[in-house]
């Protein structure tokens, strides 16, 4: 594929998961992580109308506990990844489209705590292939969050 056809990401970014109500995370593009993750606690499976789901918490806001989002999605799978430290954990995995600058498209997301993480997100590779080049130099490529409308 040629670059042209790729979208130009710094190694952070904040982006829009609009389906979950989260209009600003900032999340760390990750070249290393196969598979996207999102923050979330208190992670709780539900049926509804003959559909699997999972309704979760976040903080939305790094280093801000008060501030609590609520979220609900379909669950696509539970699977067991391993995180960088070569830790197994089983994880409930959603689908939903995330918005980076004016281009949206769906990705898999696994659920996991990252209360001590930098980042609220991770954005793996699955999420960026034939979409994202990334230039590690730079961050915020697409804007500061001040630039993103409906902020939190």
Known sequence: MKNHNLLLVGWREWV???????EAVKA???TGARTSALHAFDVQPFDENGVKRVRFKIHPKQ????I???CAADVVDQRTVADSGGHRENRWVIKTPVTIGAFSWPIEITLTSRDDMRFRMLLGRTAMQNRLLVDPSRSYVLGK???LKNRR
């Open 145 to 147: 969050r001040r630039n």
């Open 28 to 30: 760390k593009v990750d």
């Open 16 to 22: 829009k998961l609009d389906s979950l109500g989260l």
């Open 63 to 66: 280093r801000n506990t008060e």
């Open 68 to 70: 609590v989002a609520t």
